[in-house]
């Protein structure tokens, strides 16, 4: 994948970050995080790095299940607003 595609891409995201988490309303954000957390012994003493996090709803559903520290990083601006 190109530059161009990088821009179109995240071009598209910003567009769409107002109503993105819209989108994933019938997702389970706390199933995921269980899973995520057993899976990789995530717990309070741990410190998560969520790249490309988009607009951090599946990086809140982490913290509230394991209450680590989250830091969500995403290229797109207008998903972290």
Known sequence: MGQGYSE???KEFNRISEDY???RSS???EFWAKNASFHT???QNSLVLDLGSGTGLYTIGIRKEC???L???DPVLGMLK
């Open 8 to 10: 179109k891409s995240g």
């Open 21 to 23: 988490d819209l989108g």
């Open 27 to 29: 997702e389970n954000i």
């Open 41 to 43: 012994g995530t717990n």
């Open 67 to 69: 209450k680590s520290t």
């Open 71 to 73: 830091c969500g990083i």
